[in-house]
């Protein structure tokens, strides 16, 4: 809870207090009065409203209606039976007011404002929208005839840290709510405050020219989610130096916002009656988000020639390029791996293995992280299920592991599920990251994956993928799945 929001509670207690304990006086009622509505036009003015504290709001408006007809209404002898209706109406008030107030306490715990941890590089965060149509797809998706396949991009870049001190920095963008609203079924605008928490990027700033040019690395995010939904990862990776591409595929991401006005939505996928109809689905699904993967690097081949933003050119070392994403997004990285030799390494966050990557395994080197709950799941005495579960996962995984050319491993997160390796456990601790410490917890995702792109992209050996850290107890490596060939 914030200060001005902690002063509003305090005022509204104060008043509720005077409202049940004493008797009328008007100038006491007045300067009440004057300091909840200061306190809640303050708020407005200075700061924002939150849905979180829609209950403090109403218990100011109840006193504020209250103070006023206390003052309009005129005194009057109190009979016995108005004292007693008095006393049951104050009963009310207290109770209503201690309710709300409660209820203020309970939502700003579960939904808490917060601060993005530090990048822990030398560089500050740059980033650029980009709507991009690929003219060679059509859009087999929309209900258009003659729609080409488009995708909305952020690039993430370094900056000068002098340079971005000159700039405000960007919130997270609304589309973070949209897809924990869709993910959750929980209200979106429970997460409207989201937009008024600042991150660590800037707009409109130069590209650094400490280095020549900068590694690339895609992100690709999960079903029903957004390019934003793990701005920790992509800061930290930025700050050391790469160059992060977040790609939204439209129809599975959340909601793309184009800049012309228009949205497509996430579109959900038919009932199947078979798990093997389920599979087929998602090999169509993520051969899709594939192809937007392939386009996007052509897309910055041509801007490293000829950049129409003039950011760009020149910049961009294609020679080392990496692909991470989450869940479905995870899914895309091994098969874009599978499918395109330009990309070097990969890092799937909890993905599964759809497509061409099932059978044929990866030349690449590739790090797949599992949470803890998802692989209790692999078990066969484990009857209940984590729903991200399918039975085609443990043989497809095998076959992957075992067929691939090149170094492999395979890490277990305990105390993780599968939304763990977003920034969830920032935005509710309570109910996101109940065993663990948020920051620490967005600390190892960002850690291994920088740990894993500075050995394989970078060339810079790192011992944290040597086995296992005293500094994250959590990440067990499987023995098996786990060589350097």
Known sequence: MRTIEIALLLVSLAAAGVM?????????????????????????TMDHFRMQMLPTYLVALILSIGFMLRMIKPQSKVRLQTRFKKY?????????????????????????TFSLPEPTGK??????????????RDEILSEAPGDKRELMVNVWYPVDPDVAKQKPKESYPAELGEAISLVFGIP????????????????????????????????????????FQSMTAVEELVSHGYIVVGMDHPYSSANVSFPDGRNISYTPEPEFTTSAELYEN?????????ADSRFVLDTLTRWNTQDPNQLFEGRLDL????????SYGGATTAETLAQDKRFKAGVSLEGGFWGTVAHSGLQ???????????????????TQKDKVFYSEFAPDLNAVMTKSQND?????????FHQSFTDLALISPSLFAKHIDPVHNIDITRSYVRAFFDQYIKGKQQTLLNGPSPEYPEVSFDPNYTKRK
């Open 188 to 227: 979106k605008q429970l997460f409207s405050y989201l937009t008024k928490i600042p991150t660590h990027v800037v707009q409109g700033a130069e590209i650094s020219t400490t280095e020549a040019k900068y590694p690339v690395l895609l992100f690709s995010p999960g079903v029903r989610s957004t390019r």
């Open 282 to 290: 998602n090999v169509k699904g993520v051969g899709i988000r594939a």
């Open 408 to 416: 492999t491993y395979y890490l277990t997160v305990d105390q993780f």
């Open 364 to 382: 690449q080197p590739f790090m797949y992280m599992m949470t803890g709950t998802t692989a209790e799941s692999l078990k066969p005495s484990v």
């Open 123 to 136: 560089y500050a965060i740059g980033t650029i929208s980009r709507h991009l149509t690929d003219p060679s």
């Open 319 to 326: 020679e080392h390029v990496g692909i991470f994403g989450h």
């Open 20 to 44: 049940i304990f004493e008797k009328k006086e008007r100038r006491l009622d007045i300067a009440i009065l004057s300091s909840l509505v200061f306190v809640v036009l303050l708020l407005g």
């Open 88 to 112: 049951v109406e104050k009963g009310l008030l207290a109770m209503v007011v201690m309710a709300l107030t409660a209820g203020s306490m309970i939502l700003t715990h579960v939904l808490p």
